[in-house]
């Protein structure tokens, strides 16, 4: 693993994400935005499904989540009252592919995406060896 996520102090700690990402690798890995292909209509499904298409990503690389330096989130009128269905999606594309992410995240609400259906893109940065 060449990137070492680190929760610095004196920041707050959040159990989702860390607030800083050390990369050792030598290959820097960047995602297109992946978003759900499926046609669900709920956030939390198209959350899980966006993820589970950065894992794909991810492994035509040859990295995992382990490897993740950076993610960015985009979700179409977001308000904090669609947390936990984020969350919900995120729980379950990591226990779909039996991995977890916490690097360094940005949650960027947007008016909207590529297509009406999209309600999230997310974006990735990886460091490999």
Same mark, same amino acid.
């Given at each position: 693993?060449?990137?070492?996520?680190?929760?610095?102090?004196?920041?707050?700690?959040?159990?989702?994400?860390?607030?800083?990402?050390?990369?050792?690798?030598?290959?820097?890995?960047?995602?297109?935005?992946? %978003?759900?292909?499926?046609?669900?209509?709920?956030?939390?499904?198209?959350?899980?499904?966006?993820?589970?298409?950065?894992?794909?990503?991810?492994?035509?690389?040859? #990295?995992?989540?382990?490897? $993740?330096?950076?993610?960015?989130?985009?979700?179409?009128?977001?308000?904090?009252?669609?947390?936990?269905? $984020?969350?919900?999606?995120?729980?379950?594309?990591?226990?779909? %592919?039996?991995?977890?992410?916490?690097?360094?995240?940005?949650?960027?609400?947007?008016? #909207? $995406?590529?297509?009406?259906?999209?309600?999230?893109?997310?974006?990735?940065?990886?460091?490999?060896?």
């Amino acid at each position: 693993m060449s990137v070492t996520l680190i929760n610095a102090e004196g920041l707050p700690q959040v159990d989702i994400y860390h607030h800083v990402a050390v990369t050792t690798g030598s290959k820097t890995v960047y995602l297109a935005g992946q %978003v759900d292909w499926t046609g669900a209509a709920d956030l939390a499904t198209q959350v899980e499904n966006a993820y589970v298409n950065v894992h794909t990503a991810l492994k035509a690389a040859g #990295a995992s989540f382990q490897d $993740l330096a950076r993610v960015r989130v985009y979700v179409v009128d977001w308000t904090p009252d669609k947390m936990p269905e $984020l969350l919900k999606g995120m729980e379950n594309a990591m226990a779909r %592919v039996g991995e977890t992410a916490q690097p360094p995240a940005t949650l960027i609400g947007v008016a #909207a $995406l590529d297509v009406p259906e999209h309600l999230v893109e997310i974006e990735a940065v990886a460091s490999i060896d």
